[in-house]
Each structure stands twice: as C-alpha cells, then as structure tokens.
C-alpha cells in the first residue's frame, strides 16, 4: 500500500562513481518532486516534473538528472559524485501543485553517503 | 538566505507543556502548509493554511497563518512524547508552484 517509493534505502559509493535512485508511485499523481535534505534537515527542492514540464532547480549541478520512462516514476541519475552530494534524497508527489489542497506525497528517503 | 524561517530550530520540554513553533517569511503565500517528520521517514502533512488569518485545530494543534499570509505558527498543547519529531512549515512558490521548506523545528518531548 506505499503511496511513494524510494529505492535503495541506503546507499553507499566512492565518490566519481554513478548512481541512480528509484521513485514510484502509485496515486496516479500528475507531478513528482525530488527533494534533497541536508545535515541540518533543511529540504530543499531540486526538480519538479510531470509529463509536459521539467522544472529545475537552478542550483541543482548538471551532474544530477531526471528520468521519467512513465507517469509513475521519476528516477535520479547521479553522475561522478562527490563528497557534498551525500545527504537524504526525497521523492514526492502531489496531483496539482497549483491547488492549495494538493499535499506533498513523500517516500521515506534514500540516504546517500558519498565516500 | 532561507525563504522561510523557522524558530526555535530546537526545542526540548516535559510532556504536558505547551509550546509555540513559528515560521517566518517577507514574502506573501497563497497557503502554507506543515508537515511533521519523524526519523527515517519523509514528512507527512498536518495541515494547510489558505485564508490570512485562518486558525486550524488538529486535536491538541493549533495552527495559524498570518493576517499577511507572510507568518505561520503552530501552538500544542499538553505536548505528549509521541509529538516528537521535526516539524517543516512550506509555502507554495508564486514562480513554480513548489512548495519550498523552511529548516524545521526539532521538537522533543520528554514523558
């Protein structure tokens, strides 16, 4: 019954490899969200999508790109990464991100450490 | 600099104490909302707040938005240890309709 899934839970790489992280869900939500959560639990977005529009994070590196192969997925590709990167990624999703009772819809994080 | 600022960032009482969360911005919102996060999950949403000066009630929560809609607050009373947890506030942002965070209230309620 998980609304929003996130795979691995943990993960683990030396830093110049690349990685990706998984992202399901299955409340036929129109839009998906990754989310980046420091040390200090700050949240931070990094793209929103759905099918017509990606919408980046101007901060976010180039290094880091969505992937979307249908409605229900949006995949983080995570190319030669490095010792800041490591940090708590979040999936979300909401049905409308322009109604204001269109909730964010969370996994429960992938926790990234880049050694 | 934070789009929205919330204080205290830390926050220790004794179950059955009352206590206040606030979150701050310049900037106007249309709604606001905020969720609670508890370790090794992602937050979950308590409530939003659309209408300035709207005052929501969840059991023991009280929730706030500003005359201005630029301010929020959270107030619970009689705190019990299960309320423990990292509590987000997040308004929608005119430009990209995303919900943007503010760095959260860790709350810890000793029984």
């Known amino acids: 019954d998980t609304a929003v899934s996130q795979t691995p839970k943990y993960l683990v790489t030396q830093m110049g490899n690349d990685k990706s992280i998984k992202c399901e869900q299955n409340l036929g939500h129109d839009t998906m969200y990754w989310y980046k959560q420091d040390s200090k639990k700050f949240l931070k977005i990094m793209f929103s999508y759905n099918n017509k529009e990606l919408i980046i994070n101007e901060t976010v590196p180039n290094r880091f790109s969505p992937k979307s192969p249908d409605k229900a997925h949006l995949n983080l590709h995570i190319n030669s990464l490095e010792l800041g990167d490591s940090a708590v990624y979040f999936c979300a999703s909401s049905q409308d991100p322009s109604s204001y009772n269109s909730p964010l819809h969370f996994g429960n994080g992938t926790r990234l450490t880049v050694t | 600099t934070q789009l929205l600022e919330q204080s205290p960032q830390f926050l220790s009482i004794q179950e059955g104490e009352n206590l206040t969360v606030y979150c701050n911005s310049s900037?106007?919102?249309?709604?606001l909302q905020w969720y609670r996060q508890e370790p090794g999950e992602g937050p979950v949403l308590l409530v939003t707040?659309?209408?300035?000066?709207e005052v929501k009630k969840l059991k023991r929560l009280t929730f706030q938005f500003g005359d201005a809609r630029k301010d929020s607050s959270l107030h619970i009373t009689a705190a019990q240890p299960g309320d423990t947890g990292l509590y987000l506030c997040a308004g929608d942002d005119y430009n990209n309709n995303d919900m943007r965070f503010g760095a959260g209230t860790r709350l810890t309620v000793k029984p």
């Open positions: 900037s106007v919102f249309s709604s």
């Open positions: 707040v659309v209408t300035g000066g």
